[in-house]
């Protein structure tokens, strides 16, 4: 089992940053792929950004490319989720996912862990 707490979420003007972070406990030394998904009010579920466990491997959604950075400290068990250039359209909440499968740069499919949420409301 892998329990996962997201955390750094909060309420941002347009063009703002913000810096998520996902603390991972539990079985950690299983060199799993790790990812970010969002849900916007009355839409399904996106995958975001993800990472394989060395971090040479990382995917991005289309609609986050070259504003969010998704990176992982393994000996701190944290993947992280640097957000940039903050648009109202990126407000969601945000979950963490482990142990999907990373399909290159193209699709994380996720896995069955998830953590509870972190609320990013960006403002115009």
């Known amino acids: 089992q892998v329990q996962l707490v997201e955390s750094g979420g909060g309420l941002v003007q347009t063009g703002g940053s913000l810096r998520l972070s996902c603390a991972a406990s539990?079985?950690?030394?299983?060199?799993?792929?790790m990812g970010w998904f969002r849900q916007a009010p009355g839409k399904e579920r996106e995958s975001v950004a993800a990472?394989?466990?060395?971090?040479?491997?990382?995917y991005y959604a289309d609609s986050v490319k070259g504003r969010f950075t998704i990176s992982r400290d393994n000996a701190k068990n944290t993947l992280y989720l640097q957000m940039n250039s903050l648009k109202p359209e990126d407000t969601a909440v945000y979950y963490c996912?482990?142990?999907?499968?990373?399909?290159?740069?193209?699709?994380?499919?996720?896995?069955?862990?998830w953590g509870q949420g972190t609320q990013v409301t960006v403002s115009s």
């Open positions: 996912n482990a142990d999907g499968k990373l399909v290159g740069s193209y699709y994380y499919l996720y896995g069955v862990y």
């Open positions: 539990g079985r950690t030394s299983t060199g799993y792929a």
């Open positions: 990472m394989n466990w060395s971090g040479s491997i990382t």
